[in-house]
């Protein structure tokens, strides 16, 4: 009779990572923002867009609009996960004619996504020069800049979703 050989399998797991009280904290926003109603976004968005706008304008001096700006910084915002979809799109729709107003020609979003692939080439450097310049303002207004960072917490959460990309993007612009 042959013998049966007990067969033992050892498992390891591998050590549960600390989460730092500031991630809970972030995570918590984050969850916050997703909960958020389109509505409630909206009025939002509309409220920062009226006071950074011309802040933005003042601090430029001339050389730049402070639309160009914050739209830019919408952009790549809405690009800090690679991708649109449709349904961002949409959802993102009313804010952007509330911000340009219902005269203004909106880009469809087959431009918006064509805008976008066009701007994966230059992404990490607009990324870059866009955390600079809200660190920048953080020295001289910390809720300037905690009003940009409302601005992509309210982009990023716009499909009640926040993606790992968009919360890298968010906690670099904290940092």
């Known amino acids: 009779m042959a013998e049966e050989k007990e067969k033992t399998t050892t ?17 918590e926003l984050c969850k916050k923002y997703e909960k958020l109603e389109p509505l409630t976004a909206r009025v939002i968005l509309a409220d920062k867009a009226s006071t950074l706008i011309p802040a933005l304008n003042a601090i430029t001096e001339g050389d730049t609009s402070g639309v160009e700006i914050f739209s830019l910084f919408i952009l790549v915002t809405i690009a800090a996960d690679g991708k649109l979809s449709e349904g961002e799109y949409e959802a993102l729709l009313p804010s952007i004619r509330a911000f340009f ?13 064509k805008r976008l692939d066009s701007l994966k080439k230059e992404e990490a450097q607009a990324k870059r020069e866009l955390n600079d310049f809200v660190d920048e303002i953080g020295k001289f207004s910390p809720a300037m800049k905690e009003d940009l960072i409302v601005v992509a917490l309210i982009i990023c959460s716009i499909d009640h979703k926040i993606s790992a990309r968009e919360k890298a993007w968010i906690k670099k612009l904290i940092a």
Do not use: L, M, R
């Open 101 to 113: 107003g219902e005269d203004e020609e909106i880009p469809s979003y087959e431009d918006c996504v």
């Open 11 to 27: 498992t390891t797991t591998a050590p549960k990572k600390e989460v730092s009280k500031e991630d809970k904290e972030f995570d």
